[in-house]
Nanobody
Framework: QVQLVESGGGLVQPGGSLRLSCAASGSIFSIWAMRWYRQAPGSQRDWVASITSSGSTNYAESVKGRFTISRDNAKNTVYLQMDSLRPEDAAVYYC???????????????WGQGTQVTVSS
């Protein structure tokens, strides 16, 4: 129905940068909010950042000033630019998107499969 494909994770040294992408495809009428979450081993999944359909953004305090969320509506893609990475940013990062379905015009939330981010020297 709707598929989310994440990419961009990997290993980076402290202070480095990574850019995550999450592309949505399938039965999509429109996309509302797009979000990123992360989950470290043994921890709950935490919200990281959000962007509305109009481009308004919000960030968790722990990443404010270091991470930037953006979206390309023509490509149904959300990005997370992560700068000044710290060891505590290491986690599996998940995208989360509110999709309006074309037939029912109902909104459903979909999750990406997750991409691993490792921050280590």
């Amino acid at each position: 129905q709707v598929q989310l494909v994440e990419s961009g994770g990997g290993l980076v040294q402290p202070g480095g940068s990574l850019r995550l992408s999450c592309a949505a495809s399938g039965s999509i009428f429109s996309i509302w909010a797009m979000r990123w979450y992360r989950q470290a081993p043994g921890s709950q999944r935490d919200w990281v950042a959000s962007i509305t359909s109009s481009g308004s953004t919000n960030y968790a305090e722990s990443v404010k000033g270091r991470f930037t969320i953006s979206r390309d509506n023509a490509k149904n893609t959300v990005y997370l630019q992560m700068d000044s990475l710290r060891p505590e940013d290491a986690a599996v990062y998940y995208c989360n998107i509110d999709v309006v379905l074309p037939t029912s015009r109902a909104s459903r939330t979909f999750w990406g499969q997750g991409t691993q981010v490792t921050v280590s020297s």
